[in-house]
């Protein structure tokens, strides 16, 4: 019996998220919008590509932007950038690889600018060689700054969002997340766990009463920052980072828990095709540059 009632109420569930996953469709994303003035939105790998738009977007929208970054030149850059159009920014030199690297740099935001509010796991790494050719340094180090600086940096921060009952995560994962993509064993491995922390952690928030704590997952395709340079993907071009940076504000804003870049792949991938998700094997265009966002 107590199993056909839990029948009952999932399949109850289901219903009432499927209707509000609807009515919320057929409502403009401007109309759902919040306001983020006054949060403090930490973002890191802000010194440059998506990161970087993100953190002049919110500094437009009222929120004192954090950047955390290895990039020393780009966080005096992107810093003077959004002062200049009245904004609030502080930087910090952060090596989120390194877990002391990281708590230390978390005890100085909480010092100097208060409790982050708004959290956006932003920073990447990718190596991209065949698993054979991958050295074990860069595979601890893809695993340490894509997977492990997320744990890191969100107990950093969670604590208060929790004591508050406010606050919003982001987790920047990738659709190479969701299925394996050539010649990333190692970036779309990081990427699944990176997807799995958030979603479970996003559940223990939900059973532990945590309305207040928003989270939003975004797994956009291949981004043309500089990351993937020399890739030829076959599916589709790659993703401009300023329709990319623009979708997750406007998804932030929003409170949407889930959001596939482009939308439609979110249909797609239950009919992937390995040939679909490769590049040319036979070109040289094939093999990530290495690079880090």
Not at 21 to 34: G, Q
Not at 125 to 140: A, R, W
Not at 224 to 231: K, L
Not at 258 to 277: M, N, Q, T
Request: aromatic letters at 10%; glycine letters at 8%; proline letters at 3%.
């Amino acid at each position: 019996m107590y199993v056909i009632y839990e029948l009952l109420m999932f399949i109850g569930m289901a219903i009432v998220y499927s209707i509000e996953t609807v009515v919320l469709t057929l409502i403009p994303r401007r109309y759902r919008a919040k306001s983020i003035k006054g949060e403090v939105a930490l973002i890191t790998g802000g010194a440059s590509g998506i990161g970087r738009l993100i953190a002049i977007k919110f500094a437009k929208l009222g929120a004192h932007v954090v950047i955390w970054d290895i990039n020393k030149n780009g966080l005096a850059e992107v810093a003077e950038e959004i002062r200049n159009v009245g904004g609030k920014c502080s930087t910090y030199y952060c090596d989120i690889g390194d877990k002391q690297a990281v708590y230390h740099a978390a005890k100085a935001v909480q010092i100097d600018v208060g409790n982050v509010s708004l959290l956006v796991n932003n920073a990447g790494y990718v190596y991209g060689k065949t698993f054979m050719e991958l050295p074990d340094s860069e595979i601890e180090k893809t695993f340490k700054v894509n997977v492990l600086s997320h744990y890191w940096i969100t107990k950093s921060f969670l604590k208060d969002m929790m004591k508050n009952n406010h606050g919003h995560i982001v987790t920047i994962a990738s659709v190479a997340g969701l299925l394996g993509i050539y010649n990333c064993t190692d970036y779309s491995a990081t990427k699944f766990a990176a997807i799995g922390c958030h979603e479970s952690l996003f559940t223990e928030l939900k059973v532990h009463g945590y309305e207040g704590i928003h989270m939003t997952l975004i797994c956009p395709y291949l981004i043309n920052t500089g990351m993937f340079n020399g890739v030829k993907p076959r599916l589709m071009p790659m993703l401009t980072p300023e329709y990319v940076a623009e979708e997750v504000v406007a998804s932030t804003l929003a409170n949407e828990t889930l959001v596939v870049l482009p939308h439609v792949l979110r249909y797609v991938l239950p009919f992937k095709s390995e040939k679909a998700f490769t590049c040319d094997a036979s070109s040289s265009n094939c093999c990530f540059e290495n690079n880090s966002i």
